[in-house]
């Protein structure tokens, strides 16, 4: 492994000038957690929100009447530990707690355009923002403004657009923090106005997961619950994840299956600590033992190889049920299952038969000994959960690997009983409670005809824009006005030049924001920032001190399991100022719609009981909302494959599919990149230099390489390098859809992107990330790494999952420029 080293460099964010200390790169650790992680999560309370108001916060992180952690989705046990988070979780909730302030006087000292030179980290350290702020057109500085001026004027923005017949020129974006009731009235509000522009965070995330699993189970979420990994599982397959940075409790979830004898497989291009050993700081042997050993066995599959894998797994198990039952032995498949249950198994077979050893070798990088081990741990095992997250679903082929995960999970009977089942891990803590609130651009029929007879309307029918396609409509001029509930739209997106060149050409662009990021500082021609209370704190309704001898208001969210409970705050809010998202939707909404409309706007905003009220009668799944949210733990959504192994597809039936291997075949001198986290942020909020578990302190703008790959290329560890993607317009493999929101499993309509799978005679296309050092690390040969936003600027716009239209973010072709 690599020596300690330590090298000269240029600032850790190429907006920023001025010399920086040495980055200092060591060995990757091989462990995760423990008394480190304590430390660290607590060096963050203390500094930002103080020991006392941050204990008092974190007490109650996703407890049961206490409030949902602002990081990741992973479900609560039904009796939360004390210490019921990680130190992810506990930064998240130190940077929403801080005592730092972003106020008036600060945006009076600081302009805009020094504001777009700091850094994400800098920008995100600036502190709470605290009242309504408006940049006028051309200003370079946002000011003061009431909220009655800045609600007014987005209301006569929407007002504008409905008058003119053009509800479609405004665009309502949605980040996974907000709650369901904020949501819900969010989606009422773009549909009353007349339009389905809902993009979301989802559109860039898990959205190949919901696009593959509606049509082969009929329901686009996972069929597990957490005890199904803790108490029953055999075998769990994490793919594509790295928990030990993105999830963290989830290891103890898997540290629980270990003490119970389950194996677990981690399948990844890059070896990742918290899959290798957790030192569970809650436990002794975390803290003065060695930790639990999760993963068993460790396939380290290339970029965009997972397709071929699952397909290899699927022909061996084939091929084995052949044999055992020529030899008059148990089958190896759930044929009983599969009569039963499935449509298209004898289409699949014959695919997997023809499968190329060849193909699969060069796709994934394994050899077939491997494979065949693999094999040996899923035979071996009576009930098998498969886990996964963004490196399956930001690649090209991406719904066509989740398929076949189903496929694998089809053959024996792995869905519909305990222990077995899909788990796409959610990132955002209720990024799939929004879709269920109908934050979607293209909504079921069903759910617009309860939203219609709750709310006495028509709601809109044709597809709106989802996340890429919102892109392409404020770049073609079809955006007038852009709202974002939450989230940092700029830094989450592909294609940073062309999307904040898009921002920049709306008329309005509006932000419901906690905190300042990088999009308040590239904004439309005039933009509002409109400050909101953090779960964290204590939402009162706007009566301050009056109101704070009775219980505060709660919200509800929903978890990667479908698991509905509450949130409540307890802090006292960084302004007086501050609102709560629902109450700003309500408000805005009675506005634009006028006191005539038949939704109570004005209840809404003052009891959310009434909001649950309405979702009870519109949300499949939610009846007796309130009494049943009041119960510890909340309650669990229907799930009919996960319930009554009943499959809600075309065809009343799980459907076997067959994936076509399109083998990603990367030309020469070239790497395939995959974008990914550092230990020290969560999504786009970056809280620190440090990436502690890949052995980088001090810096972002690292390339992770393999040695043998800096070795053929003739680059060197430590060497500075521009990161420059190859894209070929023209050529086949947009993903999903372009102007028309797109349909689940069909291609796009628009402009045609590539892939690395696709490269012609004409020149490429080119973008660059410059400044970026090279950290040999032992990822998959052909492969690299680098974090997320600071090489999104190299991902294409039209770079797409086909059905999905999620951008392909994990698999990128790009060279090393010195």
């Given at each position: 492994?690599?020596?300690?080293?330590?090298?000269?460099?240029?600032?850790?964010?190429?907006?920023t000038?001025?010399?920086?200390?040495?980055?200092?790169?060591?060995?990757?650790?091989?462990?995760?957690?423990?008394?480190?992680?304590?430390?660290?999560?607590?060096?963050?309370?203390?500094?930002?929100?103080?020991?006392?108001?941050?204990?008092?916060?974190?007490?109650?992180?996703?407890?049961?009447?206490?409030?949902?952690?602002?990081?990741?989705?992973?479900?609560?046990?039904?009796?939360?530990?004390?210490?019921?988070?990680?130190?992810?979780?506990?930064?998240?909730?130190?940077?929403?707690?801080?005592?730092?302030?972003?106020d008036?006087?600060?945006?009076?000292?600081?302009?805009?355009?020094?504001?777009?030179?700091?850094?994400d980290?800098?920008?995100?350290?600036?502190?709470?923002?605290?009242e309504?702020?408006?940049?006028?057109?051309?200003?370079?500085?946002?000011?003061?403004?009431?909220?009655?001026?800045a609600?007014?004027?987005?209301?006569?923005a929407?007002?504008?657009?409905?008058?003119?017949?053009?509800?479609?020129?405004?665009?309502?974006?949605?980040?996974?923090?907000?709650?369901?009731?904020?949501?819900?009235?969010?989606?009422?509000?773009?549909?009353?106005?007349?339009?389905?522009?809902?993009?979301?965070?989802?559109?860039?995330?898990?959205?190949?997961?919901?696009?593959?699993?509606?049509?082969?189970?009929g329901?686009?979420?996972g069929?597990?619950?957490?005890?199904?990994?803790?108490?029953?599982?055999?075998?769990?397959?994490?793919?594509?994840?790295?928990?030990?940075?993105?999830?963290?409790?989830?290891?103890?979830a898997?540290?629980?299956?270990?003490?119970?004898?389950?194996?677990?497989?981690?399948?990844?291009?890059?070896?990742?600590?918290?899959?290798?050993?957790?030192?569970?700081?809650?436990?002794?042997?975390?803290?003065v033992?060695?930790?639990?050993?999760?993963?068993?066995?460790?396939l380290?599959?290339?970029?965009?190889?997972?397709?071929a894998?699952?397909?290899?797994?699927?022909?061996?198990?084939?091929?084995?049920?052949?044999?055992?039952?020529?030899?008059?032995?148990?089958?190896?498949?759930?044929?009983?299952?599969?009569?039963?249950?499935?449509?298209?198994?004898?289409?699949?077979?014959?695919?997997?038969?023809?499968?190329?050893?060849?193909?699969?070798?060069?796709?994934?990088?394994?050899d077939?000994?491997?494979?065949?081990?693999?094999?040996?741990?899923?035979?071996?095992?009576?009930?098998?959960?498969?886990?996964?997250?963004?490196?399956?679903?930001?690649?090209?082929?991406?719904?066509?690997?989740?398929?076949?995960?189903?496929?694998?999970?089809?053959?024996?009977?792995?869905?519909?009983?305990?222990?077995?089942?899909?788990?796409?891990?959610?990132?955002?803590?209720?990024?799939?409670?929004?879709?269920?609130?109908?934050?979607?651009?293209?909504?079921?029929?069903?759910?617009?005809?309860?939203?219609?007879?709750?709310?006495?309307?028509?709601?809109?029918?044709?597809?709106?824009?989802?996340?890429?396609?919102?892109?392409?409509?404020?770049?073609?001029?079809?955006?007038?006005?852009?709202?974002?509930?939450?989230?940092?739209?700029?830094?989450?997106t592909?294609?940073?030049?062309?999307?904040?060149a898009?921002?920049?050409?709306?008329?309005l662009?509006?932000?419901?924001?906690?905190?300042?990021?990088?999009?308040?500082?590239?904004?439309?021609?005039?933009?509002?920032?409109l400050?909101c209370?953090?779960?964290?704190?204590?939402?009162?309704?706007?009566?301050?001190?009056?109101?704070?001898?009775?219980?505060?208001?709660?919200?509800?969210?929903?978890?990667?399991?479908?698991?509905?409970?509450?949130?409540?705050?307890?802090?006292?809010?960084?302004?007086?100022?501050?609102?709560s998202?629902?109450?700003?939707?309500?408000?805005?909404?009675?506005?634009?719609?006028?006191?005539?409309?038949?939704?109570?706007?004005?209840?809404?905003?003052?009891?959310?009981?009434?909001?649950?009220?309405?979702?009870?009668r519109?949300?499949p799944?939610?009846?007796?909302?309130?009494?049943?949210?009041?119960?510890?733990?909340?309650?669990?959504?229907?799930?009919?494959?996960?319930?009554?192994?009943?499959?809600?597809t075309?065809?009343?039936?799980?459907?076997?599919?067959?994936?076509?291997?399109?083998?990603?075949?990367?030309?020469?001198?070239?790497?395939?990149?995959?974008?990914?986290?550092?230990?020290?942020?969560?999504?786009?909020?970056?809280?620190?230099?440090?990436?502690?578990?890949?052995?980088?302190?001090?810096?972002r703008r690292?390339?992770?390489?393999?040695?043998?790959?800096?070795?053929?290329?003739?680059v060197?560890?430590?060497?500075t390098?521009?990161?420059?993607?190859?894209?070929?317009?023209?050529?086949?493999?947009?993903?999903?859809?372009?102007?028309?929101?797109?349909?689940?499993?069909?291609?796009?309509?628009?402009?045609?992107?590539t892939?690395?799978?696709?490269?012609?005679?004409?020149?490429?296309?080119?973008?660059?990330?410059p400044?970026?050092?090279?950290?040999?690390?032992?990822?998959?040969?052909?492969?690299?790494?680098?974090?997320?936003?600071?090489?999104?600027?190299?991902?294409?716009?039209?770079?797409?999952?086909?059905?999905s239209?999620?951008?392909?973010?994990?698999?990128?072709?790009?060279?090393?420029?010195?």
């Amino acid at each position: 492994m690599v020596a300690r080293r330590r090298v000269a460099r240029v600032s850790d964010d190429a907006r920023t000038a001025g010399p920086e200390p040495p980055l200092d790169v060591r060995p990757p650790k091989r462990e995760a957690a423990g008394v480190a992680g304590v430390v660290h999560a607590m060096a963050d309370v203390v500094e930002e929100p103080g020991l006392g108001r941050g204990l008092k916060a974190l007490r109650l992180v996703n407890q049961h009447g206490g409030f949902d952690c602002p990081g990741c989705a992973w479900p609560e046990p039904d009796r939360p530990h004390p210490a019921e988070f990680c130190e992810n979780g506990a930064k998240a909730v130190a940077e929403e707690a801080t005592r730092k302030r972003a106020d008036a006087a600060f945006f009076a000292a600081h302009p805009l355009s020094e504001l777009r030179t700091w850094s994400d980290h800098r920008l995100g350290r600036s502190g709470r923002l605290t009242e309504p702020l408006l940049r006028d057109a051309d200003a370079d500085h946002y000011r003061p403004v009431s909220w009655d001026d800045a609600l007014d004027l987005v209301a006569g923005a929407l007002r504008d657009v409905r008058a003119a017949g053009t509800p479609d020129r405004a665009a309502f974006y949605t980040s996974g923090r907000t709650s369901n009731e904020a949501a819900f009235l969010y989606q009422l509000l773009a549909r009353k106005l007349g339009t389905n522009n809902l993009p979301d965070c989802s559109n860039m995330c898990h959205e190949s997961s919901g696009t593959a699993l509606t049509e082969t189970i009929g329901v686009g979420k996972g069929s597990v619950s957490l005890a199904d990994i803790t108490d029953h599982a055999d075998l769990v397959v994490v793919v594509g994840q790295n928990p030990g940075t993105n999830h963290p409790r989830m290891l103890t979830a898997l540290e629980a299956a270990k003490d119970r004898g389950a194996r677990i497989v981690a399948i990844n291009p890059l070896p990742e600590a918290g899959l290798r050993t957790f030192r569970n700081p809650q436990r002794a042997r975390g803290i003065v033992g060695r930790g639990t050993r999760l993963a068993d066995r460790f396939l380290q599959v290339r970029l965009a190889g997972d397709l071929a894998l699952f397909q290899a797994v699927n022909r061996l198990l084939l091929e084995r049920d052949d044999a055992a039952r020529d030899r008059g032995r148990p089958p190896v498949l759930d044929h009983d299952f599969i009569a039963a249950h499935t449509d298209g198994f004898e289409q699949a077979a014959a695919a997997w038969r023809a499968l190329s050893w060849t193909d699969v070798h060069d796709a994934t990088g394994l050899d077939r000994s491997e494979i065949e081990a693999f094999a040996d741990d899923v035979v071996g095992a009576r009930n098998v959960v498969v886990c996964w997250a963004m490196g399956l679903t930001q690649h090209r082929h991406a719904v066509a690997t989740i398929r076949e995960v189903v496929n694998f999970l089809l053959l024996r009977g792995n869905i519909g009983r305990p222990g077995a089942g899909a788990c796409p891990v959610r990132g955002h803590s209720n990024v799939q409670g929004d879709r269920t609130m109908g934050i979607w651009e293209r909504p079921p029929a069903t759910f617009l005809d309860a939203l219609g007879a709750e709310f006495g309307f028509e709601p809109p029918r044709d597809p709106g824009h989802d996340t890429v396609d919102t892109i392409r409509a404020m770049r073609d001029g079809r955006i007038d006005v852009f709202l974002t509930m939450g989230g940092n739209f700029a830094a989450a997106t592909p294609d940073t030049d062309v999307t904040e060149a898009a921002l920049a050409t709306v008329p309005l662009t509006v932000h419901v924001s906690t905190k300042l990021n990088r999009s308040h500082v590239v904004p439309g021609r005039r933009s509002l920032i409109l400050p909101c209370l953090g779960r964290t704190e204590r939402d009162d309704g706007g009566r301050g001190r009056a109101a704070r001898a009775t219980a505060p208001r709660f919200v509800t969210v929903e978890d990667s399991m479908s698991v509905v409970h509450s949130s409540r705050g307890t802090l006292r809010p960084a302004s007086d100022l501050l609102r709560s998202e629902p109450a700003i939707v309500a408000d805005l909404a009675r506005r634009v719609l006028g006191d005539d409309d038949p939704a109570p706007w004005a209840e809404f905003g003052d009891d959310y009981s009434r909001i649950r009220e309405s979702i009870s009668r519109v949300v499949p799944g939610f009846e007796d909302f309130e009494r049943r949210v009041a119960e510890p733990g909340g309650f669990v959504l229907p799930h009919p494959p996960r319930d009554a192994r009943r499959f809600p597809t075309a065809t009343g039936r799980a459907r076997f599919t067959v994936n076509p291997l399109d083998v990603v075949r990367v030309p020469e001198g070239r790497l395939l990149l995959q974008t990914v986290r550092s230990h020290d942020q969560f999504n786009t909020t970056v809280y620190g230099q440090d990436d502690r578990y890949r052995g980088v302190t001090g810096g972002r703008r690292v390339v992770f390489v393999n040695p043998h790959d800096l070795a053929e290329l003739g680059v060197t560890d430590g060497q500075t390098v521009d990161l420059v993607s190859e894209w070929h317009a023209g050529a086949a493999g947009n993903g999903g859809s372009s102007g028309n929101g797109g349909t689940a499993g069909t291609g796009g309509t628009g402009d045609a992107g590539t892939t690395a799978e696709t490269h012609g005679t004409a020149a490429p296309q080119e973008r660059r990330a410059p400044g970026f050092r090279v950290v040999a690390f032992p990822t998959a040969k052909g492969c690299a790494a680098a974090y997320y936003p600071e090489t999104n600027v190299l991902v294409p716009l039209d770079h797409t999952a086909e059905g999905s239209n999620t951008p392909a973010s994990k698999s990128v072709v790009i060279r090393l420029e010195p």
